[in-house]
């Protein structure tokens, strides 16, 4: 794209689970960046905390990578980054951005240091290698919510040197949430304000107050959360038994929730018999759980609707 000026954004946080919105803010910016700005969005990272941040019910960083992976798994250009999970402790925003400013910047310049090649390894950092093709700079903006803007006004929560880097030096693409008011507390900091240049206030119009923390109670009350949380996600998490999901009456909900007209084609191919599928799913049947126990019960064909009626 002549005359843009490459961009990755990477957004940090819990991602515990990882819901639908927060793969929703990659894509509301991007669209906003490419119509407003002269960004070109070259990919996006979505970085989970280290399990020592300390969140009261953050399960482990190796099931909130996983969950991440198969949340991207349908995304082109979002990724996951696991560096900030390998180190010995909880990481600085400012730190994981530089980390990965770096790590970029030695992409697009050519002279990839063995750290670097020893990540690759593991495919980690596979999405960096379609960034070499070209010496344009390439820089990378943390995305994240109102209420991380917000969060600079706590007293004690950020250190004012970091606030001056993150917004100063990197900058930030804010998708608001309904309520805020983000222009209010860039106003109120006279930080926020000298590098409001370097703040994109995104507006999501199709307002969606997913958030981890309902999912969460939702899947603690055995409430379905279809539609909130992609679908694998959901099996890994009821796989796993995470987020106090081991609770008989929620294992029951999400079976009976996955019913298949046919095996799929995974447990198809395995062989497996199309009355309980290896993947979770049920053919038809009623299903109950009593510990690791699975019974089906064949529920009597539905009868034969009446015909229509059309008025005139």
């Not at 706590?154 to 606030?163: A, N, Q, T, V």
């Not at 998708?175 to 006279?190: A, L, V």
Request: aromatic residues 8%.
């Amino acid at each position: 794209m002549t005359g843009s000026q490459r961009v990755v954004l990477l957004a940090c946080g819990s991602f515990n689970p990882p819901t639908n919105m927060h793969l929703r803010m990659f894509e509301i910016a991007r669209d906003f960046l490419h119509r407003t700005t002269n960004y070109h969005v070259v990919a996006g990272l979505m970085s989970p905390v280290h399990d020592k941040y300390g969140k009261e019910g953050l399960v482990n960083a190796t099931d909130r990578v996983q969950m991440l992976r198969l949340a991207l798994n349908s995304s082109a250009w979002v990724h996951v980054s696991e560096w900030e999970t390998h180190q010995d402790d909880w990481t600085p925003t400012r730190e994981v951005l530089q980390y990965h400013q770096e790590l970029i910047d030695s992409m697009v310049n050519g002279n990839v240091d063995p750290t670097v090649k020893r990540q690759r390894v593991d495919g980690s950092t596979a999405w960096l290698t379609h960034l070499s093709g070209s010496t344009d700079a390439v820089t990378i903006k943390l995305l994240c919510g109102a209420d991380l803007l917000e969060s600079f006004a706590r007293p004690g929560l950020w250190k004012d040197e970091d606030i001056e880097a993150l917004v100063g030096k990197f900058g930030l693409v804010v998708i608001t949430r309904e309520g805020s008011n983000p222009y209010k507390f860039i106003y109120e900091s006279d930080v926020l304000t000298r590098h409001q240049r370097n703040i994109h206030i995104v507006t999501e119009w199709i307002t969606n107050e997913i958030s981890s923390t309902k999912v969460r109670r939702a899947l603690r009350r055995g409430d379905s959360v279809k539609y909130l949380v992609q679908d694998s996600v959901i099996d890994y998490i009821y796989k796993n038994a995470l987020f106090d999901t081991h609770n008989k009456q929620a294992r029951r909900l999400h079976v009976l929730g996955k019913e298949f007209m046919g095996p799929c084609g995974m447990c198809e191919a395995a062989g497996t018999p199309s009355r309980v599928h290896a993947c979770g799913g049920v053919n038809r049947d009623a299903v109950s759980i009593d510990a690791a126990t699975v019974t089906t019960t064949t529920l009597p064909p539905s009868p034969t609707p009446p015909p229509s009626t059309v008025v005139t």
